[in-house]
């Protein structure tokens, strides 16, 4: 599997990911320096970084790794060589497994870029585009009725309102400017989103009669508690395209504060039945198991064949040890 495409393909998607690379092993372990895979929010994993043994623990630190946001550098290794491998910013991940083997992986959150949804067609829109460009962030404008040429700072013009075709979503920022000319529509439509910085420019007599407005349309105060408005921090008397200077400064002042980050989106996947292989403890998919063996009309499923064939040489055991 091309790891590469793959991670392009779905940063192109928008999907976030966690990046893992193998930077040192001990033999046996089938992993290679520079081995690399992908961890999806559903704990599936693409490409190759070891065997059966460190798969479930890798697994299990990129999944912390993509909710905190945060990477880090694990060692895999048998829990009694832990302790000697102890040091700071290092994570220590036991493996249960009865080879020598052992791994340390450095893994990364790739995350979708802030997205910026800003619509309207006035004059405060291309600078807070410009600076959000500048920023790295992907840039939509939705100017109702507006021309595309009028915003070539923008990634992505739209000329009719329908923030769910802009892409809205739980890592979108919406900057609602359209100065009077079709705010009520546009708030509606942004407050039916997940998006979690939604802002209004806006005078404050106007904002609170928009919100009397979608008030009396049925929307509830606690939908229109997400409103900022006026958007931006309050940096005084400025002019009006120095607006998304100040938009922009509070958009990054509350994902500093961590005020806007989403609970990390898991795609949905079936559920599966996981075995426990008595030997070595591994955790082993039973739809997808190539080695069992029924011990007592009980079914158990192994990792690999060597630990079936010790199992099968003294199942009780192997049995009484795991329980």
């Known amino acids: 599997m091309n790891v590469e495409a793959l991670a392009a393909e779905l940063s192109r998607r928008r999907q976030p990911f966690a990046l893992v690379t193998v930077l040192w092993r001990r033999t046996p372990s089938s992993g290679k320096q520079g081995d690399k895979a992908i961890i999806l929010p559903d704990g599936k994993l693409r490409g190759w970084i070891g065997g059966a043994c460190a798969e479930p623990a890798v697994i299990r630190e990129a999944l912390r790794v993509l909710e905190s946001q945060t990477p880090r550098l694990v060692f895999l290794g048998p829990p009694a060589d832990l302790p000697a491998r102890r040091r700071d910013g290092l994570v220590l991940a036991p493996i249960a497994c009865q080879s020598e083997g052992a791994l340390e992986v450095y893994i990364e959150p790739v995350l979708p870029a802030p997205h910026l949804i800003v619509v309207g067609g006035s004059p405060a829109v291309d600078g807070l ?173 192994f990792c690999c064949p060597a630990c079936l064939r010790l199992f099968e040489s003294d199942p009780v055991s192997y049995l009484t040890s795991t329980a």
């Open 129 to 301: 585009c410009a600076l959000a460009k500048a920023l790295d962030w992907q840039t939509t404008v939705v100017d109702d009725g507006g021309l595309a040429d009028d915003h070539a700072s923008a990634d992505l013009v739209m000329t009719s309102l329908d923030l769910s075709a802009a892409g809205a979503s739980a890592d979108s920022f919406i900057v609602i400017a359209t100065q009077g000319h079709y705010d009520e529509d546009a708030l509606e439509q942004a407050l039916a989103t997940d998006a979690p910085y939604i802002g209004l420019v806006a005078s404050r007599r106007r904002a609170a009669s928009l919100l009397g407005y979608l008030r009396d349309r049925g929307v509830s105060d606690e939908a229109l508690g997400r409103l900022h408005s006026p958007a931006g921090l309050d940096l005084g008397r400025i002019a009006h395209h120095e607006i998304g200077v100040a938009i922009v400064a509070e958009i990054v002042k509350l994902k500093a504060a961590g005020e806007l980050r989403q609970p990390l989106r898991r795609h949905a996947a079936p559920p599966e039945e996981v075995a426990v292989d008595p030997v070595c403890g591994m955790a082993v998919e039973v739809a997808s198991a190539r080695y069992e063996a029924e011990h007592e009309q009980v079914v158990h499923y």
